[in-house]
């Protein structure tokens, strides 16, 4: 996606289409949480967006995962 193709649908339409049921990351933030201040705080999250694209960093707690194994019986 180029810098000058990231709008505000497509940010929301990102968050909007994981599902809220996933446990957050290492961040502690959940897409519920994303979601809701998406709407608070539209404007940021779109400049946000728009400078990972633009310079191709994202901050590195987002590129962390939690694994947890939940053994079956």
């Given at each position: 996606?180029?810098?000058?193709?990231?709008?505000?649908?497509?940010?929301?339409?990102?968050?909007?289409?994981?599902?809220?049921?996933?446990?957050?990351?290492?961040?502690?933030?959940?897409?519920?949480?994303?979601?809701?201040?998406?709407?608070?705080?539209?404007?940021?999250?779109?400049?946000?967006?728009?400078?990972?694209?633009?310079?191709?960093?994202?901050?590195?707690?987002?590129?962390r995962?939690?694994?947890?194994?939940?053994?079956?019986?």
């Amino acid at each position: 996606m180029l810098f000058a193709d990231l709008t505000e649908q497509a940010v929301e339409r990102a968050l909007f289409s994981q599902s809220v049921g996933k446990a957050p990351g290492p961040d502690k933030l959940s897409f519920g949480a994303l979601r809701l201040l998406l709407r608070w705080e539209k404007e940021r999250m779109v400049k946000l967006a728009k400078a990972v694209v633009r310079t191709g960093r994202d901050p590195a707690v987002r590129k962390r995962a939690s694994r947890v194994v939940i053994r079956t019986p």
